[in-house]
Nanobody, 120 residues
């Protein structure tokens, strides 16, 4: 059974870097043809796509966050990570890691989400 689990600090100070890891079980992150996403939902707002790393290592970022975002993976640990630099309180959100399927571009597996609060 495919499972995704986010982990990382729940509280980050403004101007610091938010770092999250998504550990995947039940399948390899290098399996064709999946792409591994970070998506967030600020309080009272809709879902916002942050970026993804694909099974072949290709990475795409949201244009609005690209300058502050870095996504990477460690295939030996079967996990992928998100780093968001220079955070502000507007980055407060529930952060999800999500698997996408290139064959139909559906998001088919979601982590439970992790709350991150940016506050001093």
């Amino acid at each position: 059974q495919m499972q995704l689990q986010e982990s990382g600090p729940g509280l980050v100070k403004p101007s610091q870097t938010l770092s999250l890891t998504c550990t995947v079980s039940g399948g390899s992150i290098t399996t064709n043809y999946y792409f591994w996403n970070w998506i967030r939902q600020p309080p009272g707002k809709g879902l916002e796509w942050i970026g993804y790393i694909a099974y072949n290592g290709i990475i795409y970022y949201s244009p609005s966050l690209k300058s502050r975002t870095s996504i990477s993976s460690d295939t030996s640990k079967n996990h992928f990570t998100l780093q968001l630099n220079s955070v502000t309180p507007e980055d407060t959100a529930v952060y999800y890691c999500v698997r996408g399927d290139y064959t139909d571009y559906r998001y088919d597996y979601w982590g439970q989400g992790t709350q991150v609060i940016v506050s001093s």
